[in-house]
Each structure stands twice: as C-alpha cells, then as structure tokens.
C-alpha cells in the first residue's frame, strides 16, 4: 500500500434459512418459516474491511432483526414490568469474535449491524455464522487500495410511528439518507454504505415469511445497477420510534406488494443523493468501544444496563454504532460532537438491550408500545448523550 492510503474490499454471502425457522420481529413461538414454501426473497450478510496498514476496520450488516449473543429481557408490552418477553440470542455467544478472528483484526474493531428486518429467523446457528467467518476471511484476501465519495440527502420512506406503531407526520423525525461510495483508485465503484433510519415492518398477512424487507431489497436493487461483485451495506439508523411512511398496521391483504413497492421508492431515493456524491478524506482510521450503564427504571429485576457504544472515524466519515432502538431525536443532540464532516447513527448494533428514549418522549405522556418495553428511565438521556459525545470526539 502507498503510504497515506487505505486499502477496502465487500463481500456478500447468502444466509437464507435452509430448515423450519421461528422468526423473530412479532412472536418466533407463533410465526415459523418453512423454507419450501415461505420464503419471499433471500437474506444475505454484507461485510466491508477497511485497513490503513496500522488497523483494520469490519462492518458487518446482517438481513436480521437484532444482533444479541446473549438472551435480553423486555418488560411486557402490555404495559406491565412481568412476564418479561424473552428474546433469545441472535447469533451463538462468541461470534463476533469469531469473524474478528477471520478478518485478523481486534474485536473492538467489528462492528455488527442488523438492518432490522422483521422477517428473519430469531436465531442464526453456527452454520450460518461460519459462513459468514469463510466469507470475510476470503474478503480480506482481496483488499485494494481505494478512495471515497460521500453525499448526504433525505429519504422518503420515514416517519414518526409514536404512540400507535403508525404514521403520524405530527412529530419530527430526522429524514437524513447518508450513502458512502467506495471506489478503486481508477474510479470503479465496489461498494456502498446506506445509512438512513426506518423500521422495517411492512411485510404481513401471513407473518411467517422471510424477506430481507424493503430496505434489504433496496440493496438489493441497488447493487443490480453496477458491475456484478458491487456490495451496498444498509446501515440501521436511530430508529426506535421511527416506522415506515403510511404504515396504520390495519391492512388485511397480503402486503409483500407494498414491501416491493417500497424498495423501489428506497432505491430511487439513494440514487437521487447519488448525483451528488464528492470526494472526502480517507483518513485517519481510529476505531473506539466503550460501556456505558444506564439505570433501569424502578420494577426491572436489574437495576443498570451496560449498554455499547462503537464508534469508527474513517477520514471525513464517522460512524456510531449502539447496541439499543436509539430514538431518533439523538441524533441532533450528538452529531454536534462530531469531528467527521459525514456522521453516520446506528442502532441495533453489537447486542441488544431495548429502546432508549429521548427525554422528551419520557415526559410527553403519548406513551404507547416503545415506552412500555423500554427498561431504562428518563435519567439515561444526559448519561447517554455524554457518553456518545465523548466517544465520537475522541475519533
């Protein structure tokens, strides 16, 4: 590599359910997948390296719902603290070691993302998580050096979903649409990053499908439009009160048309703020991980959370990963912290411990299915805030 350069390479490997699968998203005990019939389009785990010759960088994004190794306890959405919902470990205990591993780099500098689909298995076994181990490691054999083009806009397909779980344009949301263009030095485009912040739920009548839902789709489509080996990566934003436009959760017919029509919608977005796509920085490279407890509120059987935070500076990009259904509001209250003229959020990222509220949404009285299932209280909010914004100025 020549010094002052970075060197990056995309994978993509498939992961479809292959045997019955419960799905997680709304009930795993209810909704189970048969994959010879149920399954409406494939699911696929994306991977980009970046490495500087000092560090390497690997993001992960994964058609999946969460991102847990460990089983997390929700309080019960009916409300009450008890009987906790139980949702179970994603992926086997040690698996984003295991892919550090395959990338030879420190686990620290992994980042896993779900994008959140809500009609993917509950839990992926070795089989797939080994899988995707083959595929970095044969990812970090083809790294080349590179450079990058950045460009910022608005997504379309986004809306507040407080307090019913349904559109309502009365309250704000930030509809910012981030996407990152990685290049070979002769200017041949080889993968993307699309961050923006949505739910994806659209997919219902039955529930028991799997698809990696619009914004997997998007990708998808996304990727058909360049040479064949082009990887674009979706990049769960702070989503946690954010639901996909339209969306009343009343629809009684098969929806998986709407999920189609709603990539398309997701595709044409990200290819409009592709004209103005500009060259940015590529270096430096840090990468950062850091706890931070967060107090529960009174009636959850622990009495603090250790929640992750990750962040990764890559020139005039950063990106800040958390391991909870961030609400959207954060964003405009770290971003001013940030040092990198692109800031990318993300949620659902390296483990699942629930959805954090902002402060506001504590004390508005709305309520509703997020504030029920959230174990923290309104004290997180400052904590919270602090921490990330000390995390993403020391990048």
């Known amino acids: 590599m020549k010094d002052g350069g970075v060197k990056a390479a995309f994978g993509k490997v498939k992961i479809t359910p292959e045997e019955p699968a419960p799905l997680q998203g709304y009930d795993p005990g209810l909704y189970i997948a048969n994959p010879d019939k149920d399954i409406l389009d494939e699911l696929y785990a994306r991977v980009l390296i970046l490495d500087d010759g000092i560090s390497r960088q690997v993001i992960v994004s994964v058609d999946c719902c969460l991102t847990n190794e460990k089983d997390y306890l ?14 179970l470990q994603t992926f086997p205990e040690g698996t984003k070691r ?29 089989k797939y998580t080994s899988r995707i181990a083959a595929m ?7 790294l080349q050096d590179v450079q990058i083009r950045a460009a910022a806009g608005q997504c379309s397909v986004s809306v507040n979903r407080r307090p019913h779980l349904q559109h309502n344009d009365t309250l704000p949301i930030d509809h910012s649409l981030h996407l990152i263009m990685i290049e070979s030095i002769d200017g041949e485009s080889l993968g993307a990053i699309v961050n923006c912040a949505v739910h994806p739920t659209l997919l219902a009548n039955p529930f028991n499908r799997v698809s990696s839902e619009f914004v997997g789709l998007a990708m998808s489509e996304y990727e058909s439009t360049f040479k ?9 934003g702070f989503s946690g009160n954010v639901g996909p436009r339209d969306h009343y959760r009343t629809e009684t017919e098969d929806t998986y048309p709407w999920v189609l029509e709603m990539a398309q919608v997701l595709h044409r977005d990200i290819a409009h703020v592709a004209k103005d796509l500009q060259p940015m920085g590529i270096l430096p490279m840090k990468a950062a991980e850091k706890q931070v407890t967060l107090p529960t509120r009174q009636g959850y059987f622990m009495p603090t959370i250790d929640v992750t935070l990750q962040g990764f500076r890559i020139g005039d990009l950063l990106l800040l990963a958390v391991s909870c259904e961030v609400f959207n509001g954060y ?33 508005d009285g709305l309520g509703g299915y997020e504030m029920n299932v959230t174990p923290f209280d309104e004290t997180v909010s400052d904590l919270f805030v602090r921490a990330a914004a000390e995390l993403v100025e020391s990048l």
């Not at 040092?339 to 390296?350: R, V």
Request: aromatic share 12%.
């Open 74 to 87: 929700s309080p019960n959405p009916n409300g009450q603290m008890e009987p906790y919902r139980q949702l």
């Open 98 to 126: 295991l892919w550090a591993d395959a990338a030879q780099t420190e686990e620290f500098t992994v980042s896993v993302h779900a994008t959140h689909t809500h009609s993917a298995p509950e839990y992926f076994s070795e």
């Open 136 to 142: 970095i490691a044969e990812t970090a054999e083809r």
């Open 228 to 236: 064949e080996g082009f990887v674009s990566l979706f990049i769960q």
């Open 331 to 363: 964003e405009r209250l770290i971003k001013p912290y940030s040092p990198a003229s692109f800031t990318l959020m993300s949620g659902l990222a390296n483990g699942c411990h629930g959805y954090l509220p902002t402060v506001e949404a504590f004390r």
